[in-house]
């Protein structure tokens, strides 16, 4: 459980993340969503007590996370794979951070497994990929066996197999009723991987829920119809709040209206449907939708943001 | 206030582990913590084999350079004056820059490398990280000067004894030299401790140490304004000289007393430090 009441931080005279209230329930994992420069790893540092809030809290199973008696069996944490020593064995940097908990070798040796780095684990830490320097991340992070995981950007730079990986790893960590937060720009794989969605941009909360939700709230939801008698089915369907456009002939996009209601009106009419198609937003369409707003909030006008903005209105 | 919620699934985490009463941070875990830290390290053995080398190599040095002394009719009453302990701790000033180095680099290379965020992650009251990185650094610095100290006797004893200068170990005045080494060296490594603490930067801390450590005394010596003198007689290096002399022949000119050379040479070890210790719970990792 992971909870903030308005957190703000500033650096000199940026505000990196402004008033963020989120709770983040245990059994579940939470997406950590927004672009660049958002505040996600920022709010990541607030939270395990490295920085310090310029007002606000945020508390880690009841406390600040400082406060714990045993801060590495409350929570592991993921920040930055490459900031381990170069100079450093994978196996020596675990046992680091085993050694001031008094966690035993065998633990170290157990998430040296885990993580699948047994065979570099004597390797220096310098020579390592990015891929393997997550994985070494992630086994820090599960040391102390702790009740809540927060991974910042877990999946960034592994391949297939070592997303695949992460990706049923989380899971079972949620569903053994652990709190598991975890950030990323990469929406598909947050798709896959989160249940609920944490939006942030411009250092503020745009969205949260469960992933549907979020991609709901924005997106809405669109009906795709074709039809011999497009033109009728039209002029049937136009009222108030009832968006149609014709992509091509024969077909209609309604937006703004259920399947539902679509069905009824062609019936009423008599009017056959070849197809009739809910269409989702895709969690990218409703990021991008969000994000959009996001950038437009902070209101500077320079071409290389126009780009974006001009992409989410043509949706 | 944006609320994600769930129905938390009422399995409890599968813990392999011992329980959290005994799985937590102890000063001892974090002293083990940095000593594994410092031993994993080649960087800390080259550090430490380079001033054990260094220093023998000067007491060396300066026991060949008594033949010298002797055929120079302005120095050879001065041997007379000499103690051994001061031949072989000789070589104390150049430890200095590799012991300074290594104390910096405890605390700025964790910076460097973003190692310091998974250190307070672990002991996030901070604290006891630097006081383990203390404690480690005085007991390696002690370990070190044992070294160098032996080796410097062994190796200079031939030229020593042609002049019967081979210091006895039951003089108190070869203990005063090599104490007063120790604590010098001590004292310089936490001092660099301390100034890396505060200035998180490798090159900008092992800068300001070794200036302050070893170049200052010099150039200001071309300065011969009176309270120029009097600043130069507290740096390390002239503040720790009485420390350096069996006391017979060391206490002339600008330098301070013992006791006085103890407590400044102290002030250099703590002040920077206890500084530190202040501000590191304060600022951002």
Known sequence: MIEAHELTKRYGGKTAVHTLSFTIAPGTVTGFLGPNGAGKSTTMRLIMGLDRPTSGTVTVNGKPYGQHRSPLREVGALLDAKAVHPGRSARSHLRTMAATHNIKTSRVSEVIEMTGLAGAASKRVGGFSLGMSQRLGIAAALLGDPRTLILDEPVNGLDPEGVQWVRQLVRDLAAEGRTVFLSSHLMSEMSQTADQLLVIGRGRIIAAGSVQQVIDSVAGGAVRVRSPHAGELAAALATDGVTITSPEAGMLEVSGTTAEHVGEVAFHHGLLLCELSPRRASLEEAYMNLTQDAVEYRSEPTTARSAPAQKGQNR | ?285
């Open chain 2, 1 to 285: 206030m944006s609320t994600l919620t769930a129905e938390p699934p009422m399995t409890s985490p599968t813990a392999n582990l011992p329980a959290a009463t005994q799985v937590h941070p102890t000063f001892a875990g974090v002293m083990r913590g940095e000593w594994i830290k410092l031993l994993s390290l080649r960087s800390t053995w080259w550090a430490l084999a380079s001033t054990a080398a260094v220093i023998t190599l000067v007491a060396l040095a300066a026991a060949m350079s008594l033949s010298a002394m002797t055929d120079d009719p302005t120095l050879a009453p001065g041997i007379e004056q000499m103690h051994g302990a001061e031949v072989i701790a000789g070589g104390f000033h150049f430890g200095m820059p590799t012991i300074a180095v290594l104390g910096a680099l405890l605390i700025t290379g964790e910076y460097a490398t973003g190692m310091i965020r998974s250190t307070f992650a672990a002991v996030p009251t901070r604290i006891p990280v630097l006081g383990a990185k203390a404690l480690t650094l005085v007991v390696l610095t002690a370990a070190v000067t044992l070294v160098s100290a032996t080796l410097s006797y062994f190796v200079t004893m031939p030229q020593l004894s042609q002049y019967d200068l081979v210091p006895a170990l039951d003089d108190p005045g070869t203990w005063r030299v090599f104490g007063g080494t120790l604590y010098s060296l001590i004292a310089a490594a936490l001092f660099s401790l301390g100034i890396g603490t505060l200035l998180r930067s490798t090159a900008a801390s092992v800068t300001v140490a070794l200036t302050v450590l070893l170049l200052l005394p010099g150039t200001l010596s071309f300065i011969s304004l009176d309270w120029v003198e009097t600043i130069v007689s507290y740096l390390p290096l002239p503040a720790s000289s009485a420390l350096l002399t069996t006391g017979a022949a060391g206490t002339q000119g600008a330098y301070l007393s013992t006791q006085a050379s103890l407590i400044v040479m102290a002030a250099y070890a703590v002040v920077p430090i206890a500084v530190a210790a202040v501000t590191l719970h304060r600022r951002d990792a």
